[in-house]
């Protein structure tokens, strides 16, 4: 499948900084269900639709070099549907932030609310979540 060719234009715009807030909908709880994720926990939905797995990796000290990786935290939803034939197909949203240890809270807040609006108020990323147009 072509992933198509990237044209020389503005494909999405961010707002720095933003206020996220959600409106409408259910509340939905998460509860721990005792599957073992090395680094992390899995919950399950108190209303059963979905699955969410967190993942922790911390950033640790090379001893050769003195310096610090990058911390990565994942956050995987899961929602399984049975298709007509009786198949059961589990599809996935995977969200991962890998930062140095060395930005600041206020950095890393922004780098998130960048990403938040690219995922939730971009209409020019959304066909490429849709359906992978990157024209």
Known sequence: MSMGTLQPKVASTSNTPITVTMAGGDTVGFVEDGVQISGGKHFITTVGEFQVTLKNRPAVLDA????????????????PVVLPSGRIVFNT????????????????????????????KDSGLESFFTIGSLN
Request: proline share 2%; glycine share 4%; net charge positive.
């Open 64 to 79: 050769k070099t003195g310096t610090y990786g990058k911390s990565k935290r994942t956050m995987s939803i899961t929602r």
């Open 93 to 120: 949203v995977r969200i991962e932030q890998e930062t140095h240890p060395s930005l600041d809270a206020a950095m890393v807040q922004d780098l998130r609310d960048i990403a938040w609006q690219a995922l939730v």
